[in-house]
């Protein structure tokens, strides 16, 4: 068996049945890519949206396909034609271009909060204290459907030093559901990469994102 297939089968053997893999694919190769399919892969996360169209080509609706990186607003057109959900609602202005376009194609399209967890001035996404009065906003448009949140959390190397973000943004999350908003639902929360991707499951994560572990040799 080869190299990614192995991995895969470790990583979807080692999950908890209620944690959803994504495979985080930016500058992997269509070979590779397929090959992580095969072995049980079902939701492909693109950070980029040529990357993606390339991939989508090939690959189709085989598999659910997730935006993890930025959005762009000139970008939302071909985003909506690919993704599944976007992973990375991070401005009132992008929430109000996925919904016109959406409701131009007529679909409903699933997206996540993207949360800048640690207040990272480089990094995208909501601040924690933005977060309600944001979310409250995304309630009127009706093609877009909030499905939960999504952090990075800051590039550190021992995951226990990034456990308080994901602990604070499941918080938030359980702060959000309880609220019962109008099209608001608190469903999935995703953090976690490869590196940290236990911690982030221990503190309420059920959509991980995974690349490095998946195409290499560790
Ligand atoms: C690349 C990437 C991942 C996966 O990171 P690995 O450390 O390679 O597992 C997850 N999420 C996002 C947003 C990424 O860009």
Redesign the pocket.
């Known amino acids: 068996m080869g190299l990614i297939k192995e991995n895969v089968k470790d990583l979807l053997m080692q999950l908890p049945k209620d944690v959803n893999l994504v495979c985080?694919v930016?500058s992997r190769r269509l070979k590779e890519i397929l090959e992580a399919i095969e072995a049980g892969v079902k939701i492909i996360?693109e950070?980029y949206i040529q990357e993606a169209e390339e991939h989508f080509k090939v690959i189709g609706n085989r598999v659910k396909w997730h935006l993890?990186?930025h959005l762009q607003l000139n970008k939302v057109k071909k985003a909506i034609r690919i993704f599944d959900m976007i992973e990375t609602l991070d401005s009132l202005k992008l929430a109000e271009e996925l919904n016109r376009r959406c409701k131009e194609m007529g679909k409903i399209i699933s997206v996540l909060i993207e949360v800048n967890s640690a207040e990272e001035p480089q990094k995208f996404g909501i601040l924690p204290k933005n977060l309600i009065s944001f979310i409250k906003e995304l309630s009127y448009l009706e093609n877009i459907k909030v499905q939960g949140l999504m952090t990075?959390g800051p590039n550190l190397k021992d995951p226990e030093r990034i456990r308080p973000y994901f602990k604070l943004t499941r918080e938030l999350f359980e702060s959000i559901k309880n609220l019962n908003l109008n099209n608001i639902e608190m469903k999935y929360l995703s953090m976690g990469?490869?590196?940290s991707y236990l911690v982030a499951i221990s503190e309420g994560a059920n959509i991980i994102?995974?690349?490095?572990?998946i195409f290499e040799r560790r």
């Open positions: 985080a930016k996360g950070n993890i990186g990075m990469m490869s590196d994102r995974i690349g490095t572990k």
